[in-house]
């Protein structure tokens, strides 16, 4: 027998396999028995499929990702700190930048102060200036990433809870670059003296 019919002799016994296991509804998912979200259920009492976790169930996200979603204080107002353990440095804000450019920037610009060409062509309502924005505490930027605010929409899924803070830290540097260099101090005004020349040819 040569390779050709061999091949097809044993494609046509996988085909075969697979259309017998079609007439089982076991082992079709799409028809399989379950129960449909919202959907009524004989099997307990109140009639709801949908259960309610057990008091203490820790989220698959992990309780990192649980002890970072702390961002507001027990009275509802947005907290102006990071949650505690969380490592805000140089490479921190970076990240945050990175993820600003990315998902951010294209509505409120790349210097944050709502200047695209998207921004100020949407119909209802241009995008806000963030830097603008310098009485806001970083858990409201970290808010509205997470669940979206007037128009905008949540973009919790495309931003990872950490990021959510990485880019709220960024924003809090955008909005601190603005300040006038008459109101910062001796040392930090010595921090901006221009560096010296790159050498020729250094990109």
Known sequence: MSRARASAALAAV?????E???EDPLMRMGVQPKYLAYQASP???DGRSSRTPPVGTVSRAGRD???LMDWKAEDGTFKDAFPAGLQVDEAFV???????EVVCATCHGVKGDGKSIVG???ALHPAPSLVALTQRPLGYFFEVTTNGHGLMPSFAAEVPVEERWAVAAYVRALQLSRVPL??????ERRKLEVQPAQKEGTP
């Open 43 to 45: 099997y307990w009492v």
């Open 120 to 122: 100020e062509n949407m």
């Open 65 to 67: 990702t649980l002890r």
């Open 14 to 18: 996988v085909l075969c396999g697979c």
């Open 94 to 100: 970076r990240r945050g930048k990175r993820r600003f």
């Open 20 to 22: 017998s296991t079609r």
């Open 182 to 187: 008459a109101a910062l101090t001796p040392d």
